[in-house]
């Protein structure tokens, strides 16, 4: 899972995050891109002929990049293209966490269930995602140490 915001523009400069990128990439393993993460993806040729949304500023590197650009119609929007699942911003990560999920062939069901990934998060983004998906019935706790991952 990349997360967006600002940081990606650096981690793509960073070839062991590229380098994990194109090994997760070229097995088929699923990869979830938000934001401005998909910047990580088109520096690891990652998404050559691909369907993606992004954050719309990142358009011109995903189409530089090969990709089939999925313009949002909401900052919601979220794209899945074979292992590859890309959402526009934070506003769609329900949606991006169940095509995530599915991806990683599990199931969700029954209208009461919800899933929060937090993935190196800022304390106070987790005080906004908390409150945004509060109460919850099921959390998962997710975090990837890109340094010894791959």
Request: aromatic share 8%; hydrophobic share 45%; proline share 5%.
């Amino acid at each position: 899972m990349i997360p967006g915001g600002r940081a990606p523009e650096y981690l793509a400069m960073n070839e062991s995050v590229l380098d994990c990128v194109r090994k997760f990439s070229d097995s088929g393993r699923p990869i979830a891109s938000v934001c401005h993460g998909q910047l990580i993806l088109a520096a690891a040729n990652s998404v050559k002929g691909r369907k993606c949304t992004a954050y719309p500023a990142v358009k011109p590197v995903l189409i530089d990049a090969g990709a089939h650009w999925v313009e949002p119609e909401t900052m919601k929007a979220c794209v899945a293209d074979g292992n590859i699942i890309t959402g526009a911003t934070y506003e769609g990560h329900p949606e991006f966490i169940q095509l995530f999920v599915r991806a990683l062939g599990g199931k969700i069901t029954g209208s009461d269930k919800k899933i929060l990934f937090l993935c190196g998060v800022s304390s106070n983004y987790l005080f906004l995602i908390l409150n945004f998906f509060l109460p919850l019935t099921e959390v998962m706790f997710m975090k990837h140490v890109l340094t010894h991952s791959c």
